[in-house]
């Protein structure tokens, strides 16, 4: 049995346009009520969407900003209805969209408690019996009989979080609320929804960690500029909804690096640093050099060969540097230099300091930097791309042009991932997977 029907959903929203009147009299009087009160374009948040959620299972929503999610959670809920198409839910629903909507900011919080939860379906008996346990759930024990407009936004999210979350209901509508509070009590949040997916509850979960899909949700949906574009298999869902981002940002940071690469202008090469390895943390974008021997393509490989922009903590990755001397010479030294975004130095060569003498250079070339492993945390990263002389006279000196992008699932900090393991003695465990 579904608790959760959605078929054929449309949601279209209107756009209007034009010059906007105070008064339906004004719009009258203009003789213009059709022409300037009509909608002049329309937005569809949703089309077409069809999915049900058994009965006792968590079923998670995923995509970008804009993507219709919260428009889904919003039908379900019945905060706004169905353009077209059906929705039926079953149960009692209890809806973490826009919490604590209903407090009233001038009473306490003990009064707004019993306001929103008769607002949420409960009766003041109910509200009673279940008071102590809410108020100890938000943490707010000193301060439920303040007035509601002296709370931070935690404390004031946190009530609403608990208000709904102790209505026990059938249906949970979740959207985007576990970051509303500390660590600590965010593990709260989860320890809930786990207790109420082993009473049989059903959980309509609208997020944007991955991982928690993955480890929480019984099934998955993609939903992208209004339309389901996968369903089922969690870890299916969320592979295919990466895939599509990383195609999204290799299009980005191709046109980043192409306008970049573009804008690039040459100053006099005395102004500029000309060794990437001699001062490195001038991080001050452009290219400049006497063009004697000249840079004419850099690419960025993955794997595969293939050139890419993004990459994932761990791959080879390998830069191909397309070169051209316009006469022939035997000073010469290729440098590589890769930054984080913040203009930090991760780390520089070139193949002078590695004891490559030069010898002999003509005409076109190719020059590639391999890495086997890229272990660099996750986040954006920037190259230097340099031919100069031994000295350090610059032919062609590209200074943080190309910008490429690192991901990985795992969250670490700083900018360099070793290689490691994590050894431990007997009498500590750990659970198989966080959740």
Same mark, same amino acid.
């Given at each position: 049995?579904?608790?959760?029907?959605?078929?054929?959903?449309?949601?279209?929203?209107?756009?209007?346009?034009?010059?906007?009147?105070?008064?339906?009299?004004?719009?009258?009087?203009?003789?213009?009520?059709?022409? +300037?009160?009509?909608?002049?374009?329309?937005?569809?948040?949703?089309?077409?969407?069809?999915?049900?959620?058994?009965?006792?299972?968590?079923?998670?929503?995923?995509?970008?900003?804009?993507? %219709?999610?919260?428009?889904? =959670?919003?039908?379900?809920?019945?905060?706004?209805?169905?353009?077209?198409?059906?929705?039926?839910?079953?149960?009692?629903v209890s809806a973490l969209i826009e919490l604590g909507a209903g407090f009233h900011p001038e009473i306490s919080g003990r009064e707004n408690v019993f306001i929103n939860g008769i607002m949420?379906?409960?009766?003041?008996?109910?509200?009673?019996?279940?008071?102590?346990?809410?108020?100890?759930?938000?943490?707010?024990?000193?301060?439920? +009989?303040?007035?509601?407009?002296?709370?931070?936004?935690?404390?004031?999210?946190?009530?609403?979080?608990?208000?709904? #979350?102790?209505?026990?209901?059938?249906?949970?509508?979740? +959207?985007?609320?576990?970051?509303?509070g500390d660590e600590g009590f965010t593990h709260k949040c989860l320890d809930k929804f786990a207790e109420l997916r082993r009473s049989g509850k059903t959980i309509l979960l609208v997020t944007h960690s991955l991982g928690?899909?993955?480890?929480?949700?019984?099934?998955?949906?993609?939903?992208?500029?209004?339309?389901?574009?996968?369903?089922?298999?969690?870890?299916?869902?969320?592979?295919?909804?990466?895939?599509?981002?990383?195609?999204?940002?290799?299009?980005?940071?191709?046109?980043?690096?192409?306008?970049?690469?573009?804008?690039?202008?040459?100053?006099?090469?005395?102004?500029?640093?000309?060794?990437?390895?001699?001062?490195?943390?001038?991080?001050?974008?452009?290219?400049? %050099?006497?063009?004697?021997?000249? #840079?004419?393509?850099?690419?960025? =490989?993955?794997?595969?060969?293939?050139?890419?922009?993004?990459?994932?903590?761990?791959?080879?990755?390998?830069?191909?540097?397309?070169?051209?001397?316009?006469?022939?010479?035997? +000073?010469?030294?290729?440098?590589?230099?890769?930054?984080?975004?913040?203009?930090?130095?991760?780390?520089?060569?070139?193949?002078?300091?590695?004891?490559? #003498?030069?010898?002999? =250079?003509?005409?076109?070339?190719?020059?590639?930097?391999?890495?086997?492993?890229?272990?660099?945390?996750? %986040?954006?990263?920037?190259?230097?791309?340099?031919?100069?002389?031994?000295?350090?006279?610059?032919?062609?000196?590209?200074?943080?042009?190309?910008?490429?992008?690192?991901?990985?699932?795992?969250?670490?900090?700083?900018?360099?991932?070793?290689?490691?393991?994590?050894?431990?003695?007997?009498?500590?465990?750990?659970?198989?997977?966080?959740?």
């Amino acid at each position: 049995m579904n608790a959760i029907e959605l078929t054929r959903v449309s949601k279209i929203y209107r756009r209007y346009s034009g010059r906007q009147f105070a008064t339906l009299k004004s719009a009258l009087l203009q003789l213009s009520l059709l022409r +300037d009160l009509q909608p002049s374009e329309t937005f569809p948040a949703l089309t077409d969407v069809s999915f049900s959620v058994p009965k006792g299972s968590t079923y998670g929503v995923i995509g970008r900003n804009g993507s %219709g999610k919260s428009t889904a =959670l919003k039908i379900v809920a019945g905060i706004t209805k169905p353009t077209a198409g059906t929705v039926r839910v079953a149960g009692r629903v209890s809806a973490l969209i826009e919490l604590g909507a209903g407090f009233h900011p001038e009473i306490s919080g003990r009064e707004n408690v019993f306001i929103n939860g008769i607002m949420l379906g409960l009766t003041k008996r109910d509200i009673q019996h279940r008071f102590d346990e809410i108020v100890e759930f938000a943490e707010l024990q000193e301060f439920i +009989d303040a007035p509601v407009k002296t709370y931070s936004s935690g404390m004031y999210m946190r009530l609403g979080f608990a208000v709904a #979350i102790h209505v026990n209901p059938d249906v949970l509508l979740v +959207d985007e609320v576990l970051a509303v509070g500390d660590e600590g009590f965010t593990h709260k949040c989860l320890d809930k929804f786990a207790e109420l997916r082993r009473s049989g509850k059903t959980i309509l979960l609208v997020t944007h960690s991955l991982g928690l899909v993955e480890r929480f949700c019984d099934e998955a949906l993609w939903l992208d500029a209004g339309r389901a574009e996968a369903h089922g298999d969690p870890k299916r869902v969320v592979g295919a909804y990466l895939t599509a981002v990383e195609h999204t940002e290799e299009q980005q940071l191709a046109e980043t690096t192409a306008r970049a690469v573009d804008a690039a202008v040459p100053p006099a090469a005395a102004e500029r640093p000309a060794d990437p390895t001699s001062d490195m943390f001038r991080a001050t974008e452009g290219r400049w %050099g006497s063009r004697e021997i000249e #840079i004419v393509e850099v690419t960025l =490989l993955d794997r595969t060969g293939q050139p890419s922009f993004v990459f994932h903590s761990g791959d080879a990755m390998a830069i191909r540097v397309k070169i051209h001397a316009r006469q022939p010479a035997g +000073d010469f030294v290729f440098g590589i230099g890769l930054f984080n975004a913040d203009g930090v130095c991760c780390y520089g060569t070139n193949t002078f300091l590695e004891d490559m #003498i030069p010898e002999h =250079l003509a005409g076109d070339a190719d020059a590639t930097f391999s890495v086997e492993n890229l272990d660099l945390v996750e %986040g954006t990263y920037k190259l230097d791309v340099a031919v100069h002389k031994r000295d350090g006279y610059p032919y062609d000196y590209h200074r943080l042009l190309y910008t490429f992008r690192v991901k990985s699932r795992t969250h670490d900090v700083g900018i360099y991932r070793p290689r490691h393991r994590w050894t431990f003695s007997a009498n500590v465990e750990f659970k198989s997977e966080r959740g």
